[in-house]
């Protein structure tokens, strides 16, 4: 169930007692919870796909449309069969990918395109879920998770800003929310935790025969 940073707020403001923002300001509650979700990824995160390439048998790098996160990029790959109403759809395996810049590019092994030439490839990848950019904004995660993990940001704030109140007493329950926050994220896991091997280079090691020998310069 999709869970509005009002919900999220609301809770702050019962547990903190400060529904007049004296505390901590309407803007720092939303930073709060904007916090979290960017912190839930890539644990907590949509799925995305992308369907823009074809595979050819004589090409072996290629740049999707997508644009997954840099600190990530793609997951999991598969191809559609070669015939829909009997086949399954295939999973491929020993794929790789090369960032350039901001770009993600992916590398499949020659004998993959080879026996998938024509046939579309899927790659799946973790999607960030967005900021809110209101308060009233819903998001897909649990209420569990974003309070802890926006009160946990709050709490963290006050030794550098708290000036009206102790603020030890909030920096002893820091740890705490911090581990309710990582135990809900976990708890609501949905994202992939493999991604492909990413490499600078792609090129022939010293084994320069190929899986099948397909390498091999006999003349």
Do not use: C
Not at 15 to 29: G, R, V
Not at 40 to 49: E, K, W
Not at 88 to 113: A, F, M
Not at 124 to 151: K, T
Request: avoid cysteine; charged fraction near 20%.
């Amino acid at each position: 169930m999709a869970v509005t940073g009002t919900n999220v707020v609301d809770r702050i403001n019962s547990f903190f007692n400060d529904s007049t923002d004296a505390i901590f300001t309407a803007a720092q509650k939303l930073e709060a919870v904007n916090v979290a979700i960017d912190d839930a990824f890539p644990v907590i995160s949509g799925i995305g796909r992308d369907s823009s390439i074809t595979l050819s048998a004589t090409t072996f790098e290629y740049t999707p449309t997508a644009s997954p996160e840099q600190e990530w990029g793609f997951s999991f790959a598969y191809v559609t069969p070669q015939s829909s109403s009997s086949e399954i759809k295939h999973r491929l395996r020993r794929i790789s990918q090369v960032v350039n810049g901001t770009t993600w590019t992916v590398v499949v092994p020659p004998e993959i395109t080879s026996a998938w030439n024509g046939l579309t490839l899927h790659l799946e990848y973790n999607d960030r879920v967005g900021r809110l950019s209101a308060v009233a904004n819903s998001v897909d995660m649990p209420l569990s998770y974003l309070w802890y993990a926006a009160a946990e940001w709050l709490l963290s704030t006050r030794p550098i800003t708290g000036t009206a109140f102790d603020t030890e007493n909030y920096e002893r329950q820091i740890e705490r929310y911090e581990r309710k926050a990582m135990s809900a994220k976990r708890a609501a896991r949905r994202g992939f935790i493999k991604r492909f091997p990413p490499t600078y280079e792609y090129g022939m090691t010293s084994f320069a025969g190929g899986r099948y020998g397909q390498n091999i310069v006999t003349s």
